[in-house]
Every structure is written in C-alpha cells, then in structure tokens.
Nanobody
Framework: QVQLVESGGGLVQVGGSLRLSCAAS????????MGWYRQAPGKQRELVAK???????NYADSLKGRFTISRDNAKNTVYLQMNSLKPEDTAVYYC??????????WGQGTQVTVSS
C-alpha cells in the first residue's frame, strides 16, 4: 500500500494560483502513473492530470493551459500547479498512484476553494 499525503490546498481568490504537493511513501519511479483527481460537491470524481514514469502528461481538456503536473523523483513528490483559478475549480483534490501491477492508492484529499 502506497501512502500519499497531499498538501497545499486552501482558499484563493478568482485568478489566483496554488501549488498542490503529493508526497509518496515509495519511490515514485516505481509507479506507472501519478495523478491528480478532483471531486466537487454533488459531482463525480474526475481526472485533472496524470504523469507517467517516463514523464508523459495527460490533462483534462478543460484544464489544459492553466494546470501543470510535474514530479520530483528525488523527493518522491508530485506537484500540481494551478493558475488562473476559477470558482468551478473548487473541489477536494486527490492524489493517485497506479503501480505496474494495477494497484491504486489514494491520498486523503486537500480542499481547494476559489472565491469570487
């Protein structure tokens, strides 16, 4: 079981920025993908961005250009830089790790609230 701890959430005004961090208990190079998902009240959890062990990235179409996922293998940490935040970005953001055997782990989530 991979332990994932998110941080960096909070309250920000429209147009502001936040950087989320996800610290993993394993060497993240051992993961197939690391990703960020979010879940707004009353909505299903949705993909925000994913990054593979090789560094390839995948984003939700609606977030391209505003959000950037990156990884620091030396720190076993994955980041999500969020710019030009909008009220509709308000959600709990979850870190996800998928290992090569298909096993998945989730963090506890971090709240992001964008005020207008």
């Amino acid at each position: 079981q991979v332990q994932l701890v998110e941080s960096g959430g909070g309250l920000v005004q429209v147009g502001g920025s936040l950087r989320l961090s996800c610290a993993a208990s394993i060497r993240i190079v051992r993961s197939k993908t690391m990703g960020w998902y979010r879940q707004a009240p009353g909505k299903q959890r949705e993909l925000v961005a994913k990054i593979t062990s090789g560094g390839s990235t995948n984003y939700a179409d609606s977030l391209k250009g505003r959000f950037t996922i990156s990884r620091d293998n030396a720190k076993n940490t994955v980041y999500l830089q969020m710019n030009s935040l909008k009220p509709e970005d308000t959600a709990v953001y979850y870190c996800n790790a998928e290992l090569w055997d298909g096993a998945q782990s989730w963090g506890q989530g971090t709240q992001v609230t964008v005020s207008s």
